[in-house]
């Protein structure tokens, strides 16, 4: 059991900022390799990024490089996706995942799930 809480949607405007947060109580999250999806409506759900356990092995798709950044800190035990540059199909329901690993990869089998936070970019 590893209950992860994301935090840090809201509504912002194109170009705008946000940052997300996951989280977890009672657990640590090092060892666990992090990952960051998203779901638009009536779109499939997406992996954009993920994090290995230290937070030196980093991937991206190619739609968020250079706009969003992860990172983690494990003292804090939170995992960071800082978005910048948002645009409107940005917009969606942002999901941090956990899969027991030391090094992420795009595509890879995560067993536990957050409960998802809302992102809308509109004008």
């Known amino acids: 059991q590893l209950p992860l809480v994301e935090s840090g949607g809201g509504l912002v405007q194109p170009g705008g900022s946000l940052r997300l947060s996951c989280t977890t109580s009672?657990?640590?999250?090092?060892?666990?390799?992090i990952g960051w999806f998203r779901q638009a409506p009536g779109k499939e759900r997406e992996e954009i990024s993920c994090?290995?356990?230290?937070?030196?092995?980093?991937e991206y798709i190619d739609s968020v490089k250079g706009r969003f950044t992860i990172s983690r800190d494990n003292a804090k035990n939170t995992i960071y996706l800082q978005m910048n540059h948002l645009r409107p199909d940005d917009t969606a329901v942002y999901y941090c995942?956990?899969?027991?690993?030391?090094?992420?990869?795009?595509?890879?089998?995560?067993?536990?799930w957050g409960q998802g936070t809302q992102v809308t970019v509109s004008s």
């Open positions: 994090t290995g356990r230290l937070g030196f092995n980093i």
């Open positions: 009672g657990y640590s999250l090092q060892g666990w390799s």
């Open positions: 995942a956990a899969y027991w690993s030391s090094t992420c990869a795009l595509g890879s089998l995560y067993t536990h």
